[in-house]
């Protein structure tokens, strides 16, 4: 089965307790702890051992998406203490400044494509910079960013065309105007299903839409459908890459 | 442009573009010519976009050297919903038409591209996407032929050719020479570079490309990418020179088309045959001497365009004969 669960931070925030606790009877496999936020990162990873997560085959840390550059320094290397775990360590690229640093942590680094707001890694002109700079970085495909930048989905076809050998893992939410994470549409769901045979199915999902403890089955459902293969894929022309 | 692009650069945002069109948007501009532009918005109605507007107007205006045309379809606010969502159809007008077709041929935005790009690609992708003769090969003939779009395209060229017989009662006959020669020439060349575009859909791709593309349901995006891309994201003279370049035997024709187009612009950028022209009635044009000239080179280049799209050694011939007429 396709590993599938939720970013911590789509379903309370910093609480990432309470966060594990309201998936405790839900069919996921897959989670994402949450340190979006500065503050968030330290009690996150000072209570790694304290929690249960033996049901999950899949695990990854979200890294701090804005910091001050006098704060890289110690988080990379609390990220960098906490890397013999092997999760991946999804970042947002505009935080990565000292590069021979974040390279240590070779294939843990897992890039994701950020939302029309940030200056980097939203199309695959930009990616293609950054894994220039970080050539075994893993990639987080964000496709409800990708769906932001580009309605036609042509930008999100292209990255998994370009970038799916470093496809870690994939966040799927309805990225709104204002840049917040929502439950899936019906015409996100119709957009999304035009690449979702690009996604291997051994790839993880991680959902970022902001739900109620009531509405994990239902979005669940919604992210199921969306990224259902109906289509098989195909080889790739030398005219038309 | 560049001065445009420095001057507008701090109204970049990522919903909305300022498009240049017209002789600007093709990469023709000369000192007589106007700045036909529009604010493109694809995103949320935001109350603020007016103020954007007007920011641009002025700088814009500050810089062109004479005014727009009077229909309304520049120097307006565009928003993406009806160029993508009303293609045909009784809320199809004609002001939507040239909008959006105009979009796809004639185009540049100046400073941000985000917003602009979303749209080409867009409505590249309804025309393609809806399209389904184009993905399965005609029936008969196997040709990959975007009708949807070339249809579009014939009508707009109709539409522009009914609407220079419409405008002089508008206008009260001012300005018929040159919006004639115009209509000859550039507007022409909007057709030419639309179905030519339409056509190296298909004949840009070897048989087995067509086959692996056109096969396989995956690459339908990337096909739409690479028309958007590689075909409609240049100007008209770069798509026909683009196929031209790659036919050696058209190099006679290459050189009348592309000569007579040259002398075209050439007049238009002199000042004074400029305004001659546009002074000129349609009663004195036929004895005036720079009218003739032009109406000369008209049929130069019209010839070059006979002998380019019905050249057989090329494919253009058969596909003239099957999609370009009837």
Not at chain 2, 51 to 57: K, S
Not at chain 2, 78 to 94: A, F, R, Y
Not at chain 2, 299 to 316: Q, Y
Request: net charge negative; with cysteine.
């Amino acid at each position: 089965m396709q590993p599938l669960g939720f970013s911590t931070g789509a379903l309370a925030l910093s609480d990432f307790r309470s966060a594990l606790e309201m998936l405790k009877d839900q069919k996921v496999n897959a989670v994402e702890l949450s340190a979006i936020r500065e503050p968030e990162l330290i009690p996150l990873l000072r209570s790694l051992d304290e929690l249960d997560l033996s049901r999950f085959s899949y695990i990854s840390i979200h890294a701090p998406s804005q910091f001050s550059p006098q704060a890289e320094d110690w988080i990379f290397q609390e990220l960098y203490d906490n890397r013999n775990n092997c999760w991946p360590i999804v970042v947002h690229p505009d935080t990565l400044k000292h590069d021979p640093d974040w390279r240590l942590l070779g294939s843990q680094l897992c890039i994701e494509n950020m939302d029309k707001r940030k200056p980097v890694g939203r199309t695959v002109q930009e990616l293609d910079l950054l894994f220039e700079r970080f050539p075994a970085a893993s990639f987080c495909f964000d496709i409800g960013h990708a769906r932001q930048v580009d309605t036609s989905m042509i930008e999100a076809y292209q990255m998994l065309k370009k970038f799916g050998h470093r496809l870690r893992q994939v966040h799927v939410s309805e990225v709104n105007s204002r840049n917040k994470h929502d439950p899936l549409s019906f015409i996100s769901i119709i957009d999304f299903q035009e690449v979702a045979h690009l996604i291997p199915p051994e790839v993880p999902i991680i959902i970022e839409s902001i739900v109620s403890g009531d509405q994990i089955s239902a979005e669940i459902s919604r992210v199921r459908k969306a990224l259902a293969v109906t289509s098989k894929p195909g080889g790739m022309s030398s005219v038309v890459s | 442009m560049t001065e445009l692009q420095q001057a507008l650069h701090y109204l970049d945002s990522e919903d909305t573009s300022i498009v240049v069109l017209g002789s600007l948007g093709r990469k023709e501009f000369t000192s007589g010519s106007d700045i036909d532009w529009n604010l493109l918005v694809d995103g949320i109605a935001d109350p603020n976009h007016h103020a954007l507007f007007l920011d641009a107007q002025q700088i814009i205006n500050d810089r062109a050297p004479k005014g727009v045309g009077r229909e309304g379809t520049f120097e307006a606010f565009v928003s993406s919903h009806d160029l993508i969502h009303k293609i045909g159809g009784e809320d199809d007008t004609n002001r939507n038409l040239t909008r959006r077709l105009l979009l796809l041929l004639e185009s540049s935005p100046v400073g941000g591209r985000v917003a602009y790009q979303r749209v080409t690609k867009n409505i590249l992708k309804r025309y393609l996407l809806d399209d389904r003769s184009f993905w399965r090969g005609t029936t008969v003939h196997r040709h990959h032929i975007p009708h949807f779009l070339l249809n579009d395209l014939a009508r707009f060229w109709r539409t522009m050719a009914v609407d220079f017989a419409y405008k002089p009662r508008a206008r009260s006959g001012k300005g018929w020479a040159i919006r004639n020669i115009k209509l000859r020439m550039s507007r022409k060349m909007l057709y030419v570079a639309g179905l030519l575009g339409c056509f190296r859909c298909h004949l840009d791709l070897s048989e087995n490309e067509r086959y692996a593309v056109f096969g396989t349901e995956d690459l339908r995006l990337s096909l739409v990418n690479w028309v958007t891309k590689d075909i409609f994201s240049n100007t008209p003279l770069d798509i026909v020179a683009n196929f031209l370049l790659r036919h050696d035997h058209l190099h006679e024709t290459a050189l009348q088309l592309f000569t007579s187009y040259d002398q075209f612009l050439g007049m238009l950028s002199d000042s004074d045959v400029r305004h001659h022209l546009e002074e000129l009635s349609e009663g004195s044009a036929d004895a005036d001497d720079h009218y003739r000239k032009a109406r000369e080179l008209s049929h130069n280049f019209r010839d070059a365009l006979l002998k380019l799209f019905f050249d057989e050694a090329s494919g253009l011939a058969k596909l003239t004969q099957l999609y370009g007429v009837f």
